[in-house]
């Protein structure tokens, strides 16, 4: 428990506000690294999981390549990219890594947002009249949206959490006190660093749960007095024209012959 209270005061201390190594700078480090390999990584997989969970085709070499990408130590990936490409291209091997870090989630969000839609959704958008370019913009982009933003949340939190090894390359980011505290045996100053990476995974998880509820079309979302209000209708209404069938059956049925 000390510890946690020495991590704490750590954070408040003014010495960590100010200078080179600030927590706001660190922490703007950290979301700008966070930011551009997300939305290049996105400009990469968005497109490609579209077209596959669109045509239908390629779906198992997409599983094959995340599964491969998921499998690559992160750490190793950048310090074997830093050798490859040089010092002098220190911050592009790290957003290279960041990036194929990100890639099978949101690569799975895509395709499988558009797989999970009902086929007889897209028959009746056809039948509509709709080409195919309105039913992918207008009917599949729209169902899919919920399970790519769930892809683009858990890209996120895994990109937010490995940033952290930037700073071993001196790329800064509030991976900056853990790495500066291990060798010092700065354990108050490691737990600090953990702790603020954690809150703010924490936040972007809770701002994109949030979108990812708000992304479920209107019409598929359940809850709330006025729905049940109208499942009710409905229920008041088939029980009530279960019974006129009904009595209608009886009232049209030949009267029984009287000896």
Same mark, same amino acid.
């Given at each position: 428990?000390?510890?946690?209270?020495?991590?704490?005061?750590?954070?408040?201390?003014?010495?960590?506000?100010?200078?080179?190594?600030?927590?706001?700078?660190?922490?703007?480090?950290?979301?700008?690294?966070?930011?551009?390999?997300?939305?290049?990584?996105?400009?990469?997989?968005?497109?490609?999981?579209?077209?596959?969970?669109?045509? =239908?085709?390629?779906?198992?070499?997409?599983?094959?390549?995340?599964?491969?990408?998921?499998?690559?130590?992160?750490?190793?990936?950048?310090?074997?990219?830093?050798? @490859?490409?040089?010092?002098?291209?220190?911050?592009?091997?790290?957003?290279?890594?960041?990036?194929?870090?990100?890639?099978?989630?949101?690569?799975?969000?895509?395709?499988?947002?558009?797989?999970?839609?009902?086929?007889?959704?897209?028959?009746?958008?056809?039948?509509?009249?709709?080409?195919?370019?309105?039913?992918?913009?207008?009917?599949?982009?729209?169902?899919?949206?919920?399970?790519?933003?769930? =892809?683009?949340?858990?890209?996120? @939190?895994?990109?937010?959490?490995?940033?952290?090894?930037?700073?071993?390359?001196?790329?800064?980011?509030?991976?900056?006190?853990?790495?500066?505290?291990?060798?010092?045996?700065?354990?108050?100053?490691?737990?600090? =660093?953990?702790?603020?990476?954690?809150?703010?995974?924490?936040?972007?998880? @809770?701002?994109?749960?949030?979108?990812?509820?708000?992304?479920?079309?209107?019409?598929?979302?359940?809850?709330?007095?006025?729905?049940?209000?109208?499942?009710?209708?409905?229920?008041?209404?088939?029980?009530?024209?279960?019974?006129?069938?009904?009595?209608?059956?009886?009232?049209?049925?030949?009267?029984?012959?009287?000896?």
């Amino acid at each position: 428990m000390n510890l946690f209270v020495e991590a704490f005061a750590w954070i408040l201390a003014p010495a960590q506000w100010t200078g080179t190594y600030a927590l706001p700078k660190l922490l703007g480090e950290h979301l700008a690294l966070t930011a551009i390999s997300v939305l290049i990584a996105a400009a990469i997989a968005i497109p490609i999981g579209w077209l596959i969970g669109h045509t =239908g085709r390629g779906r198992e070499v997409a599983v094959a390549v995340s599964g491969a990408a998921r499998a690559i130590p992160s750490f190793g990936l950048m310090v074997l990219l830093v050798l @490859l490409l040089g010092v002098l291209r220190i911050p592009e091997a790290a957003i290279i890594t960041f990036v194929l870090l990100a890639i099978p989630s949101l690569l799975a969000g895509a395709y499988t947002g558009l797989e999970a839609i009902d086929r007889r959704t897209l028959d009746a958008a056809k039948a509509m009249g709709m080409t195919g370019w309105q039913v992918f913009w207008k009917v599949e982009v729209p169902l899919g949206l919920p399970l790519l933003v769930g =892809g683009i949340r858990s890209a996120l @939190l895994q990109v937010i959490a490995t940033v952290t090894i930037a700073a071993y390359v001196n790329l800064g980011g509030l991976g900056w006190p853990i790495i500066q505290g291990i060798p010092l045996r700065r354990f108050d100053q490691v737990l600090a =660093g953990a702790i603020i990476v954690a809150v703010l995974a924490l936040i972007v998880d @809770l701002l994109l749960a949030t979108a990812q509820r708000a992304a479920v079309p209107a019409g598929l979302r359940g809850g709330g007095p006025r729905a049940d209000g109208k499942r009710s209708s409905r229920n008041a209404a088939s029980r009530s024209a279960s019974a006129t069938a009904s009595a209608t059956a009886t009232a049209s049925e030949p009267a029984p012959a009287t000896a």
